[in-house]
């Protein structure tokens, strides 16, 4: 059996994919590289097969129709027989140091007493025409280098939330909570690290910076006017991820840091939809943030009291031309201390 799984999902990827699975080939044996051709146009089929033709025991290709990210996340889950599993997208790469360590902590940690199921690990944001790089780091939130559960955790910052690069789950534990992506969707990254949570139990974190994030393509998700042009997806994994809160509270609320962190979570999600539905001020986007909120009030009526007005909320959610201005300014702010898009 192999000890990680790394599904990379890929759409026309044919000029940068080479460079995400060289770095991931570090790994040798221990790692299983899963291919994802999920309908590309390209060659990205044809350089899938090269690699799995020169690498028959690291690499695999695999070829499906076009359905998205989260649909190509899904075929590599239901092809995985590593004892981990990590998602790394094809315009991303992993830094050797790093990844030797991680490989070496897993080891460790697969062959003791008590089972691990989430390990994390910092990310660098590879943002183009940025001399300094961010990076995220969790050493505030967690212990480092040391097996803990939830109620070890330090503290849960606001609007600092894992994301599906700082995360390596127990392979078994993604299939036994029933993980499956939305297809033909953008933005279920937050899905993907939202929805197993209730299910873990034990993590470990390393400080150390392993994935490298590139920021720059000009047909990214993650560009702003992309992401104003796919808002209606956006919503829905809100949506989705209220449903899925809402759902399981009961399981979500038997560990109170968990359900601190995962309420904070669903809370920035819900603020990053209505900030970006405010940037183009018209009657349509106001409509539609007014049915956001009015959705988590059908919910759950306690739910939309906490996140419409808790501190940030109150921010966020300021009523009127001037409000909605203010929010933005603040928004603009935020981008140039954290050079988020």
Not at 57 to 65: F, L
Not at 84 to 102: C, L, M, P
Not at 122 to 133: M, S, W
Request: glycine content about 6%.
């Amino acid at each position: 059996m192999k000890l990680l799984s790394v599904a990379i999902p890929c759409y026309n990827s044919e000029g940068y994919m080479a460079k995400c699975i060289e770095s991931l080939l570090v790994g040798g044996e221990d790692v299983e590289i899963l291919v994802v051709d999920d309908g590309s146009k390209d060659r990205t089929a044809e350089i899938a097969d090269e690699y799995a033709a020169k690498y028959p025991t690291i690499v695999k290709a695999i070829h499906k129709p076009n359905g998205g990210h989260g649909s190509a996340v899904n075929a590599g889950l239901e092809n995985a027989t590593g004892l981990f599993f990590k998602v790394v997208d094809s315009d991303d790469w992993v830094k050797e140091i790093a990844y030797r360590k991680i490989l070496s902590t897993l080891a460790d940690l697969a062959g003791g007493d008590t089972q691990l199921d989430l390990l994390i690990s910092n990310f660098v944001y590879n943002k183009v025409g940025e001399k300094r790089h961010k990076v995220m780091r969790y050493n505030t939130m967690f212990p480092v280098e040391e097996l803990f559960s939830w109620k070890d955790i330090k503290r849960t910052p606001k609007g600092h939330y894992l994301l599906m690069h700082s995360v390596i789950f127990r392979t078994k534990l993604l299939k036994q909570c029933g993980l499956k992506l939305p297809e033909h969707t953008f933005y279920v990254d937050n899905i993907y690290v939202f929805n197993p949570l209730p299910f873990v139990k034990t993590m470990y974190y390393l400080d150390v910076n392993f994935y490298y994030y590139y920021i720059g393509r000009e047909d990214q998700s993650v560009n702003q006017k992309i992401m104003l042009s796919r808002i209606d997806q956006q919503i829905r994994v809100n949506k989705l991820m209220i449903d899925y809160y809402v759902e399981n509270i009961g399981m979500i609320k038997s560990q109170p840091e968990r359900y601190r962190y995962m309420f904070n979570y669903l809370e920035i999600i819900t603020a990053i939809s209505s900030v970006l539905l405010i940037t183009e001020d018209t009657t349509e986007n106001l409509a539609k943030r007014k049915d956001l909120l009015n959705y988590i009030k059908d919910k759950n009526y306690w739910l939309y009291v906490r996140i419409r007005y808790s501190i940030e909320g109150t921010y966020i959610y300021l009523p009127g031309k001037g409000g909605r201005k203010i929010t933005l300014a603040g928004y603009k702010l935020l981008q140039k201390i954290f050079h988020f898009n």
